[in-house]
C-alpha cells in the first residue's frame, strides 16, 4: 500500500475507487465497506483508495475549554495502527489529509472537485450509510447521486440494514473495552484489541518476587486503555518473538499505594532485556479485578495462579 500524507503529493489516478472516513478502530462495520471497496475496485479494474483524516476532526472542532462539557477524546487505533491494518486489508492507495480548520470549512462542492476528483481522480465512491461530508456536514450521499453524472463518479451506499446487522460500532466497542469487557470488544472489532508502546523503567519491585515487567508507556496518548485489572495477553517484542504474557493495568495498590496508573506485561517463559524497546501486546481475555493484597507473599501467590489461567486463555494463540 502506498501511503501519502499530503494531497499536493498524491498522483492523479483517473480510475480510482474511494471510500473516506475515519476509519477508528478499522471494526466490523468499516471492514464491510473496505470489502466492497475492493470489490468495485477489482471489478472496474482500477486501484482502490482510502482517503482519512488526521488528526482526529473532532481535535480540530473541540469545544472552547470554557465549555461545561470538554472533549474526551478515546481512540480505538493510532494512526500507525490504522495504516497497519489497512494494509493489511489489501488497500492500493492511503491518503492521510491533514485535518486543519482551513479544511474543515470547506463545502461539500469544494471538497468534491478538490480532493476525490482532482486530487484523486475518482470514478466510484462507496460509502457507508448516513457518511456526511465538507463544512457543517452538508454533503451526503443523496446529494452526490443527485449530481453524479455532472460529476462524472458513480456513487454506493452501504445499505444502514447491512452494517446494523453487525450490530457494531465504535460507540460499543468503546463500552466494552472500558467495562473491561474484552471478549465482546474483540468480537466487534474482528481482531485482538491492541497496545504498543515503548518499555520504560519502573520501580522494578515485580522481579523481587519473581514476576519482573515491562512498563509500557502507550505510544498515542488519546489511545483508549481498558479497564483496570489483569489480563491474559499476547505480546510481541521489537525482534519479531511472541510470547503468552499477562497484563496488568492499574495502580499497584499493594506495593505502590495509588500512584499513577501503569500498564505492566509480565512475559511468560522470557527472560531478556526489553528496556527502551517497541513492545505490542493483544488482549485475549480479563481475568480479574486489580486487587491489592496484605502482603507481597500473597500477591506472590496470586500472581502464579493469573499465570496459570492467563496459558488457558491462550492455548492455541
Do not use: C
Not at 76 to 86: A, F, G, H, K, V
Not at 147 to 167: C, F, Q, S
Not at 237 to 250: F, R
Amino acid at each position: 500500500m502506498e501511503v501519502f500524507h499530503d494531497p499536493a503529493q498524491f498522483p492523479h489516478l483517473g480510475n480510482a475507487t474511494v471510500t473516506t472516513g475515519t476509519f477508528d478502530g478499522v471494526h466490523l462495520g468499516h471492514q464491510k465497506i473496505l470489502r466492497r471497496l475492493l470489490e468495485v475496485a477489482r471489478h472496474t479494474g482500477g486501484p482502490s483508495v482510502v482517503i482519512t483524516y488526521w488528526p482526529h476532526p473532532r481535535l480540530v472542532l473541540a469545544p472552547p475549554l470554557a465549555h461545561p462539557q470538554p472533549l474526551n477524546i478515546q481512540l480505538l487505533s493510532s494512526l500507525e495502527e490504522r495504516t497497519r491494518q489497512l494494509a493489511d486489508f489489501g488497500v492500493d492507495y492511503l491518503l492521510i489529509v491533514p485535518f486543519t480548520k482551513e479544511f474543515s470549512e470547506l463545502t461539500s462542492e469544494e471538497y468534491i472537485q478538490q480532493i476525490l476528483l482532482d486530487t484523486v481522480g475518482t470514478k466510484k465512491l462507496v460509502i457507508g450509510y448516513d457518511h456526511r461530508f465538507g463544512k457543517n456536514r452538508e454533503g451526503s450521499f443523496e446529494y452526490l447521486r443527485q449530481h453524479a453524472d455532472r460529476y462524472g463518479m458513480e456513487v454506493e451506499e452501504i445499505p444502514r440494514e447491512d452494517v446494523d446487522a453487525l450490530a457494531v460500532s465504535s460507540t460499543r466497542i468503546r463500552r466494552a473495552l472500558e467495562a473491561g469487557d474484552i471478549l465482546t470488544a474483540n468480537r466487534y472489532l474482528g481482531y485482538r484489541y491492541p497496545l504498543t508502546g515503548t518499555v520504560v523503567r519502573g520501580r522494578q519491585l515485580g522481579r523481587t518476587i519473581g514476576f519482573p515487567t515491562a512498563n509500557m508507556q502507550v505510544e498515542e496518548p488519546l489511545k483508549l486503555v481498558p479497564a483496570r485489572g489483569v489480563y491474559a495477553v499476547l505480546a510481541t517484542t521489537a525482534a519479531g518473538t511472541h510470547h503468552q504474557a499477562m497484563l496488568n493495568i492499574g495502580v499497584r495498590p499493594t506495593v505502590a499505594g495509588n500512584l499513577d496508573q501503569t500498564i505492566e506485561t509480565h512475559l511468560l517463559d522470557f527472560d531478556g532485556d526489553l528496556y527502551d524497546q517497541p513492545l505490542t501486546v493483544q488482549l485475549v481475555a480479563r481475568l480479574r479485578d486489580e486487587q491489592k493484597f496484605n502482603d507481597l507473599d500473597e500477591l506472590k501467590a496470586q500472581l502464579a495462579k493469573d499465570a496459570e489461567d492467563a496459558r488457558q486463555h491462550l492455548v492455541g494463540g
